[in-house]
C-alpha cells in the first residue's frame, strides 16, 4: 500500500513539473513575442510631415545656392525669403505644383499672374517680363547686377516695395500706362536708371515726385 502511495506521489510530482515547464516555456515566448512586436512598432519610422511653407529665415544660410527647385508640396513662401541667395541663378519648381510655377529661372505665381523672383546671378541684360504678368513682388528683382533693360508688359498694374532695389546695372525701364501703383521704394538704389513712360502716367507722377530721371514714349 506505501508503495502505490509513494508511486502516486512520485508521478503527480512528475506532472506538476512538465505541467510547469510548459508553463513557463509559454510565458518566455509570449514575452518575446510581445518584445519583438514593441520593438518592431518602434522601428516603423514615423512618417516625414509634409512641408507647404517656406519661411523667410528657411534660406538664410544658402549663399552659396545657385539652384533651387521647389517641390510640389510648396503651397506659400514668404516675402524676403531670398534675400541671401546672392548666387542664385535659376530657379526650377516641381510640375505637380499648382501655387507657382517657373519659366526661363524665374519663378512665378501658377497662373502668371506676379512675377515673384528673378535670380539675381541670372546672367541677362535685356528682359521682357511675359503678358499676362499683372504685380512686380517685394524684392523681385533685388540685387541684380547684370539687368540693364527690363520691358514690362501691358498687363502691368502694380511694381512692388524694392522691387529693383540695388540693381546698379539698371538702365532703362520701360513702364505701361497701365501700371496704376508704384510703390515708392520701388527703384532704391538704382543710380543709373532711366524710366520710359507715357505723359500723364502715374509712372510719369512717380518719376517727378521721387527725382528719378524719365523720357517719354510715343503711342
Do not use: W
Not at 513575442?33 to 544658402?62: F, G, M, Q, R, W
Amino acid at each position: 500500500m506505501i508503495f502505490i502511495i509513494v508511486i502516486a506521489t512520485i508521478i503527480i510530482i512528475a506532472l506538476l513539473f512538465v505541467a510547469y515547464i510548459f508553463y513557463s516555456n509559454n510565458k518566455i515566448k509570449y514575452k518575446q513575442d510581445s518584445k519583438n512586436k514593441n520593438h518592431s512598432n518602434y522601428d516603423k519610422e514615423a512618417p516625414s510631415p509634409v512641408i507647404t511653407l517656406l519661411k523667410k529665415e528657411s534660406l538664410n544660410d544658402c549663399n552659396n545656392i545657385s539652384n533651387l527647385t521647389i517641390n510640389k508640396d510648396i503651397m506659400q513662401i514668404e516675402d524676403n525669403l531670398f534675400i541671401n541667395c546672392t548666387n542664385l541663378s535659376n530657379i526650377k519648381v516641381e510640375e505637380n505644383n499648382k501655387v507657382f510655377c517657373s519659366k526661363l529661372g524665374v519663378l512665378f505665381t501658377y497662373d502668371m499672374a506676379k512675377i515673384i523672383f528673378y535670380p539675381p546671378l541670372k546672367q541677362t541684360s535685356t528682359y521682357f517680363i511675359p503678358q499676362g504678368v499683372k504685380e512686380i513682388d517685394t524684392h523681385a528683382f533685388f540685387n541684380n547686377n547684370y539687368l540693364k533693360y527690363i520691358i514690362m508688359p501691358t498687363t502691368l498694374n502694380y511694381i512692388g516695395e524694392n522691387a529693383f532695389v540695388n540693381c546698379k546695372f539698371l538702365n532703362q525701364v520701360i513702364i505701361p500706362e497701365n501700371v496704376t501703383q508704384i510703390h515708392p521704394r520701388a527703384f532704391t538704389l538704382c543710380p543709373r536708371i532711366t524710366i520710359r513712360c507715357y505723359k500723364n502716367s502715374v509712372a510719369e507722377e512717380f518719376c517727378k515726385k521721387y527725382y528719378i530721371p524719365f523720357e517719354y514714349l510715343t503711342a
